[in-house]
């Protein structure tokens, strides 16, 4: 009899991974800490594919020693750290311990990937190379970080439904716990501090996302990130792009560039930058790494053209919502860290009202601070960081009117107060925070202010 593999987290990784190990024949045990009913649920469709839920048990040695057999193998979600205590000595004991990408990339039954990471704007990239792919005619569904785990699109592939591509969206959490993804394709967006909280320093991070890169057989890099731009000398083949002029590189020719906004490489120019009625220029360094990637997956310029055009953009990133009473509202509920909030700020035009606030992380808020300053008339401050946005507002001297509301409900209300009485042209939810305080996540989070939205008069 085999010994089983034991999967750690009832998420929707684990989901995935659960079904996808029991469908290659393994003997699949799955542990969560929590009873919730969700989670009987999920036991029980499980259950039908053979395998074996275990609710309520505690992240501890305990829990694996009182299975049946001891595991093969660990396979755990990307919101456990990889060095937590428990799983060094499952390794200590002779169990390997990887994540669900791992798993899913020993399924991936020859289809090539294209493996996409970055601290900010690899969702957009995500979601705009699969839309190019797919209007360009090719069978390239997104999973990984968001759209389905990559554990459920590679069993949908041993079920038959073998795709031209797969887009896979890739975080640190991921990438640390599955050191034998190699895609076809390795895009890096920018680099930032973010995760310090679980990575403890830059460099850690960094090598993280890099590992991804050097295991890529082709890698695609963003030269307007400063900090990839900086390492540049440790990219030897690497396929740079850049949102600005051929000549704006110091000691890289790009292989994609923006000349009187047209995207162009080596045979010339290829369409309009304008394609992508995006804002920011954040969203033209995004397009140029998902054309490069279009390019090398065989589509034409006029199909990316058609793509681009007929983009929707991404929910919870700078997502509009609705106009009222001339004021329109974003939801932006995916800046998670200041860097990211930042963006925001930088591509909407003054004066704000900004809805900041959640679980704050460690970081660098001066930029966002500063562009508070710039742009925003008031800033509504809701959850756990209202004392730290307090007093990190206070520091900076900004001088806009500073409110807070413990949640969402008090706060939407207020900001469109104020938006009509300081004149602002939008309302822009942009935590510069995780959610974990009040919301399961960001996605969650964006819905909810949606919803508020939608609800006011």
Known sequence: MQDPVVVVGLGRSGMGAARLLAARGADVWVLDSGKGEGLQQRAELLANDGVQVELGQPLELASFTALPRWPARAVVSPGIPFDHPVLDQLRDRGCPVVGEMEVAWEARDGVPWVGITGTNGKTTVTSLVGHLLKTGGLDAPVSGNIGASAAEQALACLEGERPDWSVVELSSYQIEAAPSVSPRIGVWTTLTPDHLDRHVTLERYRSIKAGLLHRSALQILNGDDPDLLQHAAEWHQACWVTAGARNGLKGIDPELWVEADQVCNSSGALFEASALAMPGKHNRQNLMLAIAVALECGLSAQQIEIGCRSFPGVPHRLEPLRELSGVTYYNDSKATN???????????????????????????????????????????????????????????????????????????????????ELGATAVLLSPACASFDQYRDFEVRGDHFRQLVEDLA
């Open 338 to 420: 200041y860097d990211a909030a930042l963006v925001a700020l930088q591509a909407l035009e003054g004066p704000l009202v900004v809805l900041a606030g959640g679980q704050a992380k460690r970081g660098e808020p001066g930029n966002w601070l500063n562009a508070l300053k710039q742009k925003s008339a008031a800033v509504v401050l809701f959850g756990e960081a209202i004392p730290t946005f307090r007093e990190l507002m206070g520091a900076s001297g900004y001088g806009g009117r500073v409110e807070q509301r413990e949640h969402l409900e008090q706060a939407v209300p207020l900001a469109a107060e104020l938006a009509q």
